[in-house]
T-cell receptor, first 113, second 112 residues
Framework: GENVEQHPSTLSVQEGDSAVIKCTYS??????FPWYKQELGKRPQLIID?????GEKKDQRIAVTLNKTAKHFSLHITETQPEDSAVYFC????????????FGKGTHLIIQP | EAQVTQNPRYLITVTGKKLTVTCSQN?????MSWYRQDPGLGLRQIYY???????DKGDVPEGYKVSRKEKRNFPLILESPSPNQTSLYFC???????????FGPGTRLTVL
């Protein structure tokens, strides 16, 4: 089955700086890679996703890049703000998301004022 | 309003006492899934369902059962709960068109 590794487990950045979270996956058949943000005590919320036929996708301050050859994908957050503090999870699936996702273990992003 | 609901939100029970966590969605999605979340382990899939009467095991199915008699409901059943099933449980409903997973609010279960 799929295995997703996520690094780092904790990331502390100054407000206004950029943050990068990296994930690797094992199943070359995986074709859908979403990122979720989970605030304390709340449910995971999808923030951005990418499919295997695209190398990069941006949505305002958030971007995701995918390298299929190396089997890794990354989340980039620019101009970080206090409300970006949360736990971020990457995930991968070869079932298009419908069969369920394999998640990384999460990154706790801390934005220092 | 499109939503996924779970009940109960919090539950403290004792070892061996059967319990059911309900999950319901109003988006007419065919695909639904259950996850458990434990500190340092992320979210792990327990079971998923591709349609009514069609279910399959995820990565950590031991000790759990599910049923899918109607499209909107996907209950999680613990026949004989044990302390290692103490966890935060999330139900998800999946849009077949976009593959987006919509999570329920979560159920925090403690088994003593």
């Amino acid at each position: 089955g799929e295995n997703v590794e996520q690094h780092p487990s904790t990331l502390s950045v100054q407000e206004g700086d950029s943050a990068v979270i990296k994930c690797t996956y094992s199943d070359s058949a995986s074709n859908y890679f979403p990122w979720y943000k989970q605030e304390l005590g709340k449910r995971p919320q999808l923030i951005i996703d990418i499919r295997s036929n695209v190398g990069e996708k941006k949505d305002q301050r958030i971007a995701v890049t995918l390298n299929k050859t190396a089997k890794h994908f990354s989340l980039h957050i620019t101009e970080t703000q206090p409300e970006d503090s949360a736990v971020y999870f990457c995930a991968a699936t070869s079932g298009g998301g419908a069969d369920g996702l394999t998640f990384g273990k999460g990154t706790h992003l801390i934005i220092q004022p | 309003e499109a939503q996924v609901t779970q009940n109960p939100r919090y539950l403290i029970t004792v070892t061996g006492k059967k319990l059911t966590v309900t999950c319901s969605q109003n988006m007419n999605h065919e695909y639904m899934s259950w996850y458990r979340q434990d500190p340092g382990l992320g979210l792990r899939q327990i079971y998923y369902s591709m349609n009514v009467e069609v279910t399959d095991k995820g990565d950590v199915p031991e000790g759990y059962k599910v049923s899918r008699k109607e499209k909107r409901n996907f209950p999680l059943i613990l026949e004989s709960p044990s302390p290692n099933q103490t966890s935060l449980y999330f139900c998800a409903s999946i849009s077949g068109g976009t593959d987006t997973q919509y999570f329920g609010p979560g159920t925090r279960l403690t088994v003593l």
